[in-house]
């Protein structure tokens, strides 16, 4: 147990697990410490982050509006073993996320929704779209669920990427300039994310560029039959670049103002998960 991140009002636990194919994953859970959460809140984060530093901030503004955060360093990222940033496929992100996320028997006694940030929205899509009659709803921020139309790679493109795959699917050959200028407005964030030890500042591996292009490729095609639920809000913040909660602090204090009153609103109400089921994107 790290006890840095533990407060009067807050615990904080860390545990390392194994998946099927022997990597050791590392979880954390953040939770109120005088009373039982109102609801869960599952965290898949984006590439190349992390959770346990990353994530913090996020954690413990849910967990001072009553629900417990539960987070996971998928395979290649942060504290988990495997090659660094290396996804040779994106259905075994999305099983180990399943397979903590759903197997804890506590679980099943609060409602549960899935926040998800950039590539992790996609996973969460994913995950909603592996069970939906267990989920009650998801957050998605800036999530990876389409590719612009201008930077859409010809199919000539993918094809070359797809046969290189064959070859040498661990081939960390694709460059990943200093993106985080563009990606946070806040100086002092940037700052935070530089000093992070556990995000992957390094080139992409081919296998990990052609998942990623695949699952956008396939979410987009399919989105419009899997978000059939009536209860979405979509809300866009002009202005603001692709880390909302990386923006200067009056703009983040309004996204966390939205994400936390929309859950409130759904975290007492009755009903089934199928019934209720929401996806807010933001």
């Known amino acids: 147990m790290a006890m840095d991140q533990q407060s009067e009002s807050m615990n ?19 939770a109120p ?26 954690a413990a503004r849910l967990v001072r509006a009553g629900y417990a955060v539960y987070g996971i360093d998928h395979e290649g990222h942060g504290r988990s073993s495997g090659r660094r940033c290396y996804v040779p496929n994106f259905s075994d992100i999305v ?60 199919p000539i493109v993918v094809s070359a990427l797809k ?32 000093s992070n030890p556990y995000i992957y500042r390094g080139k992409l591996p081919l296998k990990t560029c052609h998942e990623l292009l695949v699952v956008s490729l396939d979410i987009e095609k399919n989105l419009d039959q899997e978000a059939s639920s009536s209860d979405k809000t979509f809300k866009l913040y002009p202005g603001m670049w692709h880390a909302l909660t990386a923006e200067l602090p009056d703009d983040v204090e309004r996204v966390y ?26």
């Not at 039982?36 to 346990?52: R, Y």
């Not at 998800?116 to 939906?132: D, T």
């Not at 007492?268 to 019934?275: Q, V």
């Open 163 to 194: 046969m290189l795959c064959s070859v040498a699917p661990s081939w960390s050959i694709i460059p990943t300039p200093d993106i985080i200028d563009k990606v946070c407005k806040d100086p002092e964030m940037r700052k935070q994310v530089r």
């Open 33 to 58: 410490k005088e009373h039982a959460p109102k609801a869960l809140i599952f965290i898949c984060h984006g590439i190349a982050g992390e959770c346990s530093i990353s994530m913090r901030d996020t």
């Open 257 to 282: 103002s939205d994400i936390i009153c929309w859950l409130d609103e759904r975290a007492d109400c009755t009903g089934s998960a199928s019934e209720t089921s929401g996806t807010p994107s933001v």
């Open 95 to 154: 099983t180990d996320c399943a397979n903590y996320f759903t197997k804890k028997p506590e679980n099943t006694e609060k409602k549960r929704f899935l926040y998800g940030v950039s590539m992790g929205g996609g996973v969460a899509l994913l995950l909603h779209r592996k069970a939906p009659t267990y989920w009650d709803g998801a957050v998605l921020l800036a999530p990876m669920c389409k590719i612009s139309d201008d930077m859409r790679p010809h």
């Open 12 to 30: 904080y636990e860390e545990e390392f697990i194994l998946n099927s194919r022997g990597n050791k994953l590392f979880t954390c859970r953040w």
